[in-house]
């Protein structure tokens, strides 16, 4: 049985325990242990609450009971043992017990989250006292290594939770399939798990208003912007049984965050580095007016891939932010790409990596493929001396026909003369200037706080015609009318 619960009611508790509360021999850290959402059968991270003894002499607890209010989704364990029940619990002076509560949350019929409640009894000396437990509730469509064969489309009625087993680690989607997300959807993944795409994966929306965010499934605040927490959206390079159908993702208004490897284009089941290359095809993916946020690894992975990218924000890695590796097609227009870690991660590489070639650790092999890249109206910048990593197989020959790299309009973090050698077009760059931003890591608006004096302001001739938000550009605010700010947003 699930109990919901008007705030009105929650209010009542709250006012009426307090006066139970931090008098006599024992008193609490907290009246309420409140759990953040916890989708239905999916349980929850463990919370905990002291006992706190304020006497000078070891005192008895006579009884700590758990009251089943509702029914039987918390439990709680004392002294590291779980039960109902429990009988002459002793503190120390001036000392404190633990009580360790999980819940899991049984499912109903509500689209809307729920409240769940319970209590935990405290009987000493004849005195009853209480602390709260509650937990708000969450329906939801689960996917336990689901391999999708046709057409599907998931809906935006409820959360959709991925869990990995061992024959699919999250979800696949099988070539011939497509999987298409309805705007508005969202995607919570456990542990590793990740969706998978021999097929074709489209999560598109045309407004933030219903915008299809990924993320990890735990919803407590540890977890905010912490990453590591699933592994990926990841397009795979078809198997032989999948014919010519080459794996195709298209991405817009969403939100990627928490990730080991953000959006990867190009893994495979192959050992063999060889099943990377021409003439195998090449998964394309197309961004635009995406967020890749807090990755542990990278926001953006492509080895020998096909990734079109516009107005989409990607920062805050472990490892280099964007990793084009092993050479193919890149195109990047109006990104911003801007790492200086966080408190989870430290930033030691490159916020760019250039590469046309891999080599295969068993057999110390080399091979190399042609790498294309583009890049316009675009920041590429982070706190190291050097954010842009060129890794060329022919690093002693000046002829870069396999080492083909563009950028154009760009504010870059590097040395203009290393830029100039490994790139066939050097026009009109900002190199090592600070972009200052509004807020890195939480608004890439360029500003600062005396006005507008970024470089990238009203700075490339040409552009996209809206930003990441919808701005309409060019909106000029210097003596350069009818020019355009670099990065995915346009200062309003």
Same mark, same amino acid.
């Given at each position: ?207 933030w208003t219903d915008s299809i965010v990924f993320r990890g499934v735990r919803l407590e605040n540890y977890y ?121 991660? /430290?930033?030691? +590489?490159?916020? *760019? =990596?250039? %590469? #046309?070639?891999?080599?295969? @650790? ?42 083909? /790299?563009?950028? +154009?309009?760009? *504010? =870059?973090? %590097? #040395?203009?003369?290393?830029? @100039? ?72």
């Amino acid at each position: 049985m699930v109990l919901l619960i008007a705030p009105a009611a929650l209010l009542f508790f709250s006012q009426c325990k307090k006066d139970l509360l931090g008098d006599g021999k024992i008193s609490f850290s907290t009246d309420t242990l409140t759990f953040d959402t916890v989708f239905v059968a999916s349980g929850s991270t463990t919370r905990n609450f002291k006992v706190i003894n304020n006497t000078r002499s070891t005192i008895t607890i006579d009884e700590i009971r758990l009251l089943h209010l509702v029914g039987t989704q918390f439990r709680i364990n004392v002294d590291a043992v779980t039960g109902d029940r429990f009988t002459n619990v002793e503190i120390a002076p001036r000392d404190s017990a633990y009580i360790f509560v999980e819940v899991t949350v049984n499912p109903n019929s509500s689209a809307t989250p729920f409240v769940i409640i319970d209590d935990v009894q405290f009987l000493i000396d004849g005195a009853v006292k209480t602390v709260h437990l509650q937990a708000w509730g969450q329906n939801a469509h689960y996917h336990y290594g689901d391999e999708i064969k046709t057409d599907a489309t998931w809906a935006n009625d409820l959360p959709h939770i991925i869990v990995s087993r061992d024959t699919v680690p999250g979800a696949y989607v099988r070539c011939g399939a497509k999987l298409t997300i309805q705007p508005g959807c969202q995607i919570f993944f456990g542990d590793n798990a990740a969706i998978f795409v021999e097929g074709e994966l489209h999560a598109v929306s045309n407004s933030w208003t219903d915008s299809i965010v990924f993320r990890g499934v735990r919803l407590e605040n540890y977890y905010d912007n912490k990453p590591g927490q699933w592994f990926g959206i990841v397009f795979l390079r078809n198997k032989a049984d999948c014919g010519s159908q080459i794996p195709k993702g298209f991405f817009d208004h969403c939100v990627v965050d928490g990730s080991t490897n953000g959006i990867y284009a190009g893994a495979g089941l192959s050992n063999d580095l060889a099943d990377y290359i021409s003439p195998n095809p090449r998964p394309v993916v197309n961004i635009k007016n995406t967020i890749v946020k807090n990755s542990l690894n990278h926001a953006i992975f492509g080895f020998n891939a096909d990734i079109k990218a516009e107005n989409s924000i990607f920062f805050a890695s472990g490892d280099y932010l964007i990793n084009l590796g092993l050479g193919g097609k890149y195109d990047f227009t109006h990104c911003t790409m801007y790492n200086s870690g966080s408190k989870y991660v /430290n930033h030691q +590489k490159e916020v *760019l =990596l250039l %590469s #046309n070639f891999a080599v295969d @650790g068993r057999t110390m092999v080399t091979y190399p493929e042609k790498l294309n890249s583009s890049f316009t109206n675009c920041v590429v910048y982070g706190n190291l001396k050097n954010e842009i990593s060129f890794n060329n197989y022919k690093p002693d020959e000046f002829d870069l026909t396999d080492f083909d /790299n563009s950028f +154009k309009y760009c *504010l =870059l973090k %590097s #040395n203009a003369d290393t830029v @100039g050698l490994f790139s066939l077009i050097n026009e009109q760059n900002l190199f090592n200037e600070e972009p200052r931003f509004k807020e890195a890591n939480v608004d890439f608006t360029p500003s600062d706080s005396a006005g507008y004096f970024s470089p990238i302001i009203d700075y490339a001739p040409t552009g996209l015609g809206t930003d990441i938000f919808g701005t309409v550009r060019p909106v000029s605010k210097t003596n350069n009318p009818n020019k355009f700010d670099l990065g995915a947003v346009e200062a309003p």
